[in-house]
């Protein structure tokens, strides 16, 4: 599974086929029963950006998805039923949140709606008059028309179909979806599409750990309303703010925008490190009394600090709040942690690398609360402000190898790619991949932040390969002596 744009996909032409409720599934999502309680904190932000584009009569394009390559003709209707089978078991994929009253109220479809005989139908779309040029433009229109909080189904599935295989896509609103929903969706929607198609039964009822985000949900906010601006993890956060000047991370560079200003987003990527130059860093890491995620932020720290001049570092991380119960349940399950450290005055990346894993260990504990528990509490002590707060940089770390479906067809040709909105920042995600390590990040379509971006990151990798150069010049000299 590889991060990148939806055009290095680059599928060949085939027809358009994608999976509909058919009418009487539609009409139970319309009708579908208001489930009490309130949305995730992650879904409240993104639901109010949400109205607040469409107020101001925007694109939304919210969404993220994934596509690969099968072998083999398609089988339509056994699709379908892997499909229904598959929104069955998950919880969060039978929701919508109504705005009619004016707030968003979320609605549950029944499971025995979209289990139903024909629940999902196959329908063939308009194919692009110029396959080679217009296909990317053809599946964005599609999913920028479906793929919103609003109405049900907030997803795409969809198929280019041909005589000896098919490309299979997904696209999901992100209300619904996180990134490690998204490596594991396709998957499993084969795993089911395989057994139908063979006429083996096909699971409808969620595996032990597939527990529906809605309780996911409701455990968040009983865990907030446990903690008061006295709780020792709201004081940790406040304490790592306050020595920031109740700044949260900005990228240490000039983007060229206006406070408050964003810019059409420019995806940016690229290989930072390949095939044994990955295990020489993750051995050097590990040597240093850290892993590769504690190697990468000690990078960021020493890149970052060298162009500040400052002798602090603070980042702030995207971790997954799954727990055992939820480890392959779909839907946003995440939180942020603060990573602090003291960059070491020799700026010696060993022991950069074993600060930064310090750090993040007490990052994590801090994620132990809801980051917006903290982020009101800021707030409301006056240790930041929300022109302050703006719109943070974001540091995301995935090691792919580790998801299910590892080694299948369908997860070695994937794909995964998000909606290109719009940023005010250039959050970067960093994947470990099989023989690579992996830099993604959404940054502003301008030539200054353009410029900018290249050059932090040139610095970024001239700083692991720095480290990489004096690791193997002192392996060496210990083997001459």
Not at 387 to 401: A, H, I, N, W, Y
């Amino acid at each position: 599974m590889k991060l990148g744009k939806l055009s290095s996909w680059a599928p060949a032409e085939g027809r358009l086929v994608v999976w509909r409720p058919e009418g009487a599934l539609q009409k139970a999502a319309d009708d579908a029963p208001v489930d009490p309680g309130p949305a995730s904190f992650l879904q409240g932000d993104h639901l109010g950006a949400y109205a607040a584009t469409v107020a101001e009569g925007r694109t939304h394009r919210g969404w993220t998805g994934v596509a690969t390559e099968l072998d083999g003709p398609l089988d339509r209707v056994a699709m379908a039923t892997a499909l229904a089978a598959f929104a069955a078991r998950h919880e969060g994929m039978r929701t919508w949140f109504d705005y009619s009253s004016g707030l968003p109220e979320r609605r549950l479809v029944p499971a025995e709606a979209v289990l139903a005989e024909g629940a999902f139908e196959a329908a063939e779309v308009d194919d692009p008059a110029d396959w080679a040029s217009d296909w990317e433009a053809t599946l964005t229109e599609l999913f920028d028309a479906q793929c919103t909080p609003d109405s049900w189904t907030p997803f795409r599935l969809g198929a280019i179909e041909r005589p000896d295989g098919f490309g299979l896509f997904w696209a999901c609103d992100h209300a619904f979806t996180d990134g490690a929903s998204q490596v594991m969706v396709l998957n499993e929607i084969v795993e089911s599409y395989d057994a139908a198609r063979d006429g083996r039964p096909v699971q409808t009822e969620p595996a032990p750990d597939q527990t529906s985000v809605l309780q996911h949900t409701r455990e968040e906010w009983e865990l907030a309303a446990a903690q008061t601006p006295e709780s020792p993890e709201v004081q940790a956060w406040l304490e790592v703010v306050r020595r920031h000047d109740g700044n949260l991370p900005q990228l240490p560079v000039d983007l060229g925008l206006e406070p408050g200003e964003s810019a059409p987003v420019a995806p940016v990527e690229f290989d930072l490190l390949t095939g044994d130059e990955v295990d020489a860093f993750e051995a050097l890491c590990r040597a240093s009394g850290g892993n590769l995620t504690s190697g990468v932020f000690a990078a960021l720290a020493l890149t970052d600090t060298a162009i500040t001049g400052a002798d602090r570092w603070f980042g702030i991380t995207v971790v997954g709040s799954r727990g055992p119960a939820y480890l392959r349940s779909q839907g946003w399950l995440c939180n942020f942690a603060p990573v602090e450290l003291a960059v070491p005055e020799s700026r010696d990346f060993a022991e950069t690398v074993a600060a930064a894993h310090a750090g993040f260990k007490a990052g994590l504990q801090l994620a132990s609360i809801p980051a917006h528990v903290a982020l009101g509490a800021m707030l409301a002590a006056g240790v930041t402000t929300i022109e302050q707060v703006g719109s943070p940089q974001m540091v995301s770390f995935l090691d792919l190898r580790r998801f299910p479906g590892v080694g299948t067809p369908t997860y070695e040709r994937g794909l995964h790619f998000t909606g290109l909105g719009r940023t005010r920042n250039a959050s970067m995600w960093i994947n470990r991949e099989p023989g690579r390590l992996h830099f993604g990040a959404q940054t502003p379509d301008t030539p200054q932040a353009q410029r900018a971006v290249a050059d932090y990151h040139q610095q970024v990798e001239r700083t692991v390969r720095a480290a990489l150069a004096a690791s193997e010049g002192a392996t060496g000299a210990g083997h001459g002596g």
